[in-house]
């Protein structure tokens, strides 16, 4: 059972290139998330999946996009990287859903890198 | 909108000396909180969780959390720390019965311990 996985664990882009960060769950969990992890600020939330199909935007969600693929990937892209968002990413799971709350599961976190 | 402060950014202890993190959050009606712990370069692991119920909560690895509502609080302590335990801690709310809508974080409390 690995729980959450994500990939890369490193990635170095230079400004205005894309990418796409994944992440997969094996949990059965309906609730997916991203955040951002940036110094002395915590986690913010990016955007988050409460089910497969659906996406919502969290506290920080310009610059990103999301994809729900099926109910185990929750993917996040980047379109046009800029410095700022130099972070490390974490991806979490949780088997709540829309009215019920539960705990998340962390990946183990990608850390971005933009020149 | 909720919140969490975590006051201290860090605090350095002792080994074998009790440990008490603070964190207070700001929300409407009844939380649900966790507290997770960062070990350098990891993800997230949570360490213990309150929904509902004894309001002193019991965690992993010897760790303790008392919820109280008049102080909005929900403090964690342990009573004797390890080297092991060097981290960086963070407090969290979601809404209770509101489903997957993500936490919010406090920024963190870096853990140093002392030999």
């Known amino acids: 059972n690995a729980g959450v996985t994500q990939t890369p664990k490193f990635q170095v882009l230079k400004t205005g290139q894309s990418m796409t960060l994944q992440c997969a769950q094996d949990?059965?969990?309906?609730?997916m998330y991203w955040y951002r992890q940036d110094p002395g600020m915590g986690l913010r939330l990016i955007y988050y999946s409460a089910s497969e199909g659906t996406t919502d935007k969290g506290e920080v969600p310009n610059g990103y996009n999301v994809s729900r693929l099926n109910k185990r990937e929750f993917s996040l892209r980047l379109e046009s990287a800029a410095p700022s968002q130099t972070s490390v990413y974490f991806c979490?799971?949780?088997?709540?859903?829309?009215?019920?709350?539960?705990?998340?599961?962390f990946g183990p976190g990608t850390r971005l890198t933009v020149l | 909108a909720q919140s969490v402060t975590q006051p201290d950014i860090h605090i350095t202890v002792s080994e074998g000396a009790s440990l008490e993190l603070r964190c207070n959050y700001s929300?409407?009606?009844?939380?649900?909180l966790f507290w997770y712990v960062q070990s350098p370069g990891q993800g997230l692991q949570l360490l213990l969780k309150y929904f509902s119920g004894d309001t002193l909560v019991q965690g992993i690895k010897g760790f303790e959390a008392e919820f109280k509502r008049s102080q909005s609080s929900f403090n964690l302590r342990k009573p004797s720390v390890h080297w092991s335990d060097a981290a960086e801690y963070f407090c969290a709310v979601g809404r209770a019965g509101g489903g997957a809508d993500g936490l919010t974080f406090g920024k963190g409390t870096h853990l140093i311990i002392q030999p």
């Open positions: 929300y409407g009606a009844t939380p649900y």
């Open positions: 949990m059965n969990h309906n609730s």
């Open positions: 979490a799971s949780s088997s709540g859903t829309w009215g019920f709350t539960d705990t998340q599961y």
